[in-house]
T-cell receptor
Framework: DAGVIQSPRHEVTEMGQEVTLRCKPI?????LFWYRQTMMRGLELLIY????????DSGMPEDRFSAKMPNASFSTLKIQPSEPRDSAVYFC??????????????FGPGTRLTVL | AQSVSQHNHHVILSEAASLELGCNYS??????LFWYVQYPGQHLQLLLK??????LVKGIKGFEAEFIKSKFSFNLRKPSVQWSDTAEYFC???????????FGGGTRLMVKP
């Protein structure tokens, strides 16, 4: 399996621009997670989906952030408009359901976002 | 709400030294515990996990962790570190509700050759 795939790997944009991050989970994984990693705040869960439905979005910082999962093999995290404080590495992870051996979350390589 | 605390933010060791990284969690119910590792420039990978049974868990690359319920701790250990163990280590907890992981702040380990 190719693992969790994220694109782009690096994104540099200017303040005010829209940014879209993409994630393809491992095939057959029902859960998908978006995390943000910064030096100041560490690794934070932003939102997670189960069977394409958002379950908990309490970690989404503000209305500028939105996430969608239109189907089982694709999710996006959008920031509009972007701000310099959004600069971070954004990770996507996926897992099976807990009772089906979904004890391990598999992480993608991350997208390093820089907002100038 | 569950929380995870990693006491050491930065650790520097020489090769062959023993390693112990502290992790304490706060959660009232049954927990699942994890250690993930992030090598420089790479994504997080699972080192080991505890669900139930023997509280001493062995993971990959010679790492082990011990779950001490009375202390709400899940410390990571390795008897003899190598330069290639230089990485950031994250402790994480998952409670009964949902499938969310709560991560600690991470510990950056540097092993000097």
């Amino acid at each position: 399996d190719a693992g969790v795939i994220q694109s782009p790997r690096h994104e540099v944009t200017e303040m005010g621009q829209e940014v879209t991050l993409r994630c393809k989970p491992i095939s057959g994984h029902d859960y998908l997670f978006w995390y943000r990693q910064t030096m100041m705040r560490g690794l934070e869960l932003l939102i997670y989906f189960n069977n394409n439905v958002p379950i908990d979005d309490s970690g989404m910082p503000e209305d500028r952030f939105s996430a969608k999962m239109p189907n089982a093999s694709f999710s996006t995290l959008k920031i509009q408009p972007s701000e310099p404080r959004d600069s971070a590495v954004y990770f996507c992870a996926s897992s099976l359901p807990p009772l089906a051996g979904g004890d391990t979350q598999y992480f993608g390589p991350g997208t390093r976002l820089t907002v100038l | 709400a569950q929380s995870v605390s990693q006491h050491n933010h930065h650790v520097i060791l020489s090769e062959a030294a023993s390693l112990e990284l502290g992790c304490n969690y706060s959660y009232g119910g049954t927990v699942n515990l994890f250690w993930y590792v992030q090598y420089p420039g790479q994504h997080l990978q699972l080192l080991l996990k505890y669900f139930s049974g023997d509280p001493l868990v062995k993971g990959i690359k010679g790492f082990e962790a011990e779950f001490i319920k009375s202390k709400f701790s899940f410390n990571l250990r390795k008897p003899s570190v190598q330069w290639s163990d230089t990485a950031e280590y994250f402790c994480a907890v998952r409670g009964n509700a949902g499938n969310m992981l709560t991560f600690g702040g991470g510990t950056r380990l540097m092993v000097k050759p």
